[in-house]
């Protein structure tokens, strides 16, 4: 009973590398959310994607980020170009309905601490 | 702009003891309200919710209570265990997938 997977769970990179991180939701669940966490922060919305679309991306920076759910594979979420400030742990989430938190809690992964150095 | 705040980012209570955290919102348009919890390296896992349209919702050892009128709710964790020592986040949401998070409340429960 696998519950969202999120690899890897440490990232470091060096100022203008890219990152990528991968997502694998629960198992029957098509909908999946990324957040970022900034030290001393709650977790904050990024995106939201169904496979092969993107629902909401309005938390989503609105250079270097971008993030993909395929209809094969996990979803990725990719930083080009990464600086210090983008230093936090991204979590994934995934419902198995994308009618809101009433409907199903978002189940969360255990994370991906991104480092720039 | 903070519409979720979490104003005690630490709570020390004794093992047997009622743990109370609190949580207040900005933002009339939220109608429903979680609570997570979340140990070390690991993610949030969810403890429970309650609907705009109740003031209170009980779950074993947990409830919460919600003020509207207050734009308040608070978690109360009666009686606290060792294993309840976690970060713990308040969350809010308007109807939509989007969730607001406060920035946490560290419970340390002593044994």
């Known amino acids: 009973n696998a519950g969202v997977m999120q690899n890897p769970r440490h990232l470091v990179r060096r100022r203008g590398q890219e990152a990528r991180l991968r997502c694998s939701p629960m198992k029957g669940h098509s909908h999946v959310y990324w957040y970022r966490q900034l030290p001393e922060e709650g977790l904050k919305f990024m995106v939201y994607l169904q496979k092969e679309n993107i629902i909401d991306e309005s938390g989503m920076p609105k250079e270097r980020f971008s993030a993909e759910f395929p209809k094969e594979g996990p979803s990725i979420l990719r930083i080009q170009q990464v600086v210090r400030g983008d230093s936090a742990a991204y979590f994934c989430a995934s419902s198995s309905t994308g009618q809101g938190a009433y409907n199903s809690p978002l189940h969360f992964g255990n994370g991906t601490r991104l480092t720039v150095t | 702009d903070q519409q979720v705040k979490q104003n005690s980012p630490s709570l020390s209570v004794q093992e047997g003891r009622i743990s109370i955290l609190n949580c207040d919102y900005t933002n009339s348009m939220f109608d429903y309200f979680l609570w997570y919890k979340k140990y070390p390296a690991e993610g949030p896992t969810f403890l429970i919710s309650i609907s705009s349209i109740k003031d209170k919702n009980e779950d074993g050892r947990f409830t919460v209570f919600l003020n509207k009128s207050a734009k308040h709710l608070s978690l109360h964790i009666v009686p606290s265990q060792p294993g309840d020592s976690a970060v713990y986040f308040c969350?809010?949401?308007?109807?939509?997938?989007?969730?607001?998070f406060g920035a946490g409340t560290t419970v340390t429960v002593r044994a």
């Open positions: 969350a809010a949401s308007s109807s939509d997938y989007k969730l607001s």
